[in-house]
Nanobody
């Protein structure tokens, strides 16, 4: 398993941007970002299998969020633009030792502790 550490969360106004980082990735692992809002299930936002690969996006994130990875730095990123109050959640990065993405949390064995994102006027 990988030791993943997220950072970059914070408080932002609607329409603002944040870039989340996930340190501790490995080029042989698929990396995904999930989020969990209070009282809701953890949901997959985006997944990337390799540098240059075609990422998966949750419908509500497509066009606003961009996932990327830098394997030399062992870091993955989630650039979030045009943030909305409904994006408020704890954001987690996760990894699985395969080259295929998944939107199921059960298929990821490595998790970070999460970083809080709060979007409020």
């Amino acid at each position: 398993q990988l030791q993943l550490v997220e950072s970059g969360g914070g408080l932002v106004q609607p329409g603002g941007s944040l870039r989340l980082s996930c340190k501790g990735t490995d080029s042989d692992y698929v990396i995904a970002w999930f989020r969990q809002a209070p009282g809701k299930e953890r949901e997959a936002i985006s997944c990337i299998n390799r540098v240059g690969g075609t990422p998966f996006y949750l419908d509500s994130a497509r066009g606003r969020f961009t996932i990327s990875r830098d394997d030399a730095k062992e870091t993955a990123y989630l650039q979030m633009n045009d943030l909305k109050p409904e994006d408020t959640a704890v954001y987690y990065c996760a990894a699985r030792p395969t080259h295929y993405c998944s939107d199921s949390r059960r298929e990821f064995g490595s998790w970070g502790r999460g970083t809080q994102v709060t979007v409020v006027s």
